[in-house]
């Protein structure tokens, strides 16, 4: 597959939208924390007010502390290693006339571009790469699992570990030229890729055996003898 305007015409209006279709998540996602609430890393529902915080001060001191070290590490990143995600070729003036030797995206985009640049065919190679971005929108429906948390589903955390390293070699393999062995790698990683999402997820919806779920979040966070220690405590109080 050999890059042209075309195709960096698509990338451009790609990353263009980019930004909108993250606000419209954003805003999607207040509004189902407002009519479902904040989800868990347990996967199971509130039973009652003991499972649950208020919003402030405890979501409220969480999320000043995670924007403050995001606004560390973002300035940081700007203020002393502003080059450290770009690229040398940037900083080449354009010239009409002669094409860049190694035209790589941003590095958001480099699992995606691996998966372009495995197929030899182009259009092949284009309906590949917007597959692998369409098939996340259906994802609900590829893994129809009732448990909403991998802790409780050994085998699909083994896979789940195995799609994380196969989508970082994709990275790694988005970076390198289109030749030799990166070639080969790149095309049995994005097998692997739709491998997981359509059939590996599907196929353990139905066959793997889930641990036990607990019964409440506060007994799953603290323990049984916790719990049993603090109804006690209000029980002499009262």
Not at 11 to 34: E, Q, S, T, W
Not at 85 to 106: F, K, L, S
Request: charged share 10%; hydrophobic share 50%; with cysteine.
């Amino acid at each position: 597959f050999s890059v042209d305007n075309p195709t960096l015409n698509r990338f451009f209006a790609l990353h263009y939208l980019m930004p909108f279709l993250i606000v419209g998540v954003v805003i999607l996602h207040l509004v189902a924390l407002h009519r479902f609430g904040s989800n868990n890393p347990i996967g199971i529902d509130p039973s009652g007010p003991q499972d649950t915080v208020p919003f402030h001060p405890y979501y409220t001191i969480k999320d000043f502390f995670g924007l403050s070290i995001f606004l560390s590490l973002f300035a940081a990143t700007i203020f002393f290693f502003p080059n450290f995600m770009g690229h040398p070729d940037n900083y080449i003036p354009a010239n009409p006339m002669q094409t860049p030797a190694h035209i790589v995206p941003e590095w958001y985009f480099l699992p995606f571009y691996a998966i372009l640049r495995a197929v030899p065919d182009k259009l092949g190679g284009v309906l590949a790469m917007f597959g692998a971005i369409a098939v996340l929108f259906i994802l609900p429906w590829l893994d129809r699992s009732p448990i909403r948390s991998g802790n409780f589903r050994p085998i699909f955390r083994i896979f789940f570990w195995v799609f994380v390293a196969d989508c970082v070699a994709l990275g790694y393999l988005g970076g390198m030229p289109a030749e030799g062995i990166y070639v080969v790698l790149s095309r049995v990683a994005t097998a692997w890729y739709f491998l997981h999402f359509l059939a590996i997820l599907p196929l353990l919806s139905v066959i793997e055996t889930p641990r036990p779920l607990p019964q409440s979040l506060s007994k799953s966070v603290l323990g049984g003898t916790a719990m049993a220690g603090a109804a006690s405590a209000v029980k002499e109080k009262v």
